[in-house]
């Protein structure tokens, strides 16, 4: 028996999983914009790829846990058919799976950005301005 079938090693990588896919949800966005800023290089400081870096980190939680969930519940008939006529996993994922799921990323990516665009501390501290006393 592997390692990977025990349920206890199941629940151990489960865990790992949503505390990886929650920790940028639970961060503050100055805790995100400070950890972008001492991560990425200098040359990126204040640069729009270093702001847009730093809100795709911020937002990623959200969206994967509202497309994971979507995700889940997805017919598995549909991939099975197009597995069953000689299609590829990439093929299936690009034919069956994206196709579905694509208007849920669409809403939840747009609004997901709407919402967290309030965050401007990671815009503050990416562009070196200080926010509420603490600078960068």
């Given amino acids: 028996m592997s390692i990977e079938s025990q349920p206890f090693w199941n629940a151990v990588s489960w865990l790992a999983n949503i505390s990886a896919s929650a920790v940028p949800f639970v961060l503050p966005t100055v805790v995100v914009g400070t950890a972008f800023r001492a991560l990425l290089p200098a040359s990126w400081s204040g640069t729009l790829g270093a702001i847009l870096l730093a809100h795709v980190f911020f937002n990623l939680a959200v969206v994967v846990r509202v497309v994971g969930g979507l995700w ?62 603490v600078s960068a």
């Fill in 72 to 133: 889940s519940h997805l017919d598995e008939r549909y991939a099975h058919a197009a597995r069953t006529l000689g299609a590829t996993p990439v093929t299936v994922w690009r034919t069956v799976t994206w196709p579905l799921l694509r208007p849920a990323v669409r809403r939840r990516v747009a609004s997901a950005l709407a919402a967290r665009a309030a965050g401007t501390g990671c815009v503050y501290l990416q562009d070196g301005m200080p926010v509420d006393g």
